[in-house]
């Protein structure tokens, strides 16, 4: 007799001691499909692997996981996403569900909730850890222009640069990733600083670490 497949979990994190400890609690239930450590792998591995859901981080090197989501939705891949992140405030999960992200879960509370919120999200429901359900819930309330979140005035290719700029990529390397000319990088980073009303890389590396691009 065959036995039901096990939906399989692709898992996007660069803590590998926290990538460990989650295939530990995961594979009882699912099957592992792999395991990236950044956004731009995550994309990679999500087209080539094909997993059922993803569990992924959101503040990771090269792109954002919430970045990542939004370029396989634009290439029309549907797959779940769960985020599993110690940013706690509110507005990091109503970006994520604005964009379409099927569970918000902190990391300190994965033993409890990250397999309630897999299964919701396996099931085309929505899990957000109950901690912060309150104040998202507010957040998404009010009535807010683009303004109340600055990434949102930025496009995705934009917020990809910005990014990279504050990991510390000179123009010439962005170019080389994103394959585009030096001076089209150059450009697009004077662009970024005047839409985000920035002055020096210093500020915009500020930037980035307050809304969650790259960590401290």
Known sequence: MNLPRRPRVLIADDHL?????????????FDLAGVVQDGCALVEAAARLKPDVIVSDIT????????AMVQLRQAGDRVPFVFLTMHQDANFARRAL??????????????????????????????????????????????LDPAGDPLASLTPRQRETLQLLAEGYSAKQIASKLLI?????????YQIM???????????????IKHGLIAL
């Open 17 to 29: 001691m926290l990538a460990e400890a989650l295939k530990s609690l995961l594979i009882p239930e």
């Open 60 to 67: 990771m090197p090269l792109l954002s996981g919430i970045d």
């Open 98 to 143: 604005d964009v379409g992200a099927s569970g918000f879960v902190l990391k300190h509370s994965a033993p409890d909730e990250l397999i309630m919120a897999i299964r919701a999200a396996l099931q085309g429901k929505t899990y957000l850890t109950p901690q912060i359900a309150g104040e998202v819930l507010k957040v998404m309330k009010q009535m």
């Open 181 to 189: 000319s030096t001076r089209t990088a150059e450009s697009r980073k």
């Open 194 to 208: 005047e839409i985000l009303g920035l002055k020096t890389s210093t500020e915009l590396i500020h930037f980035a």
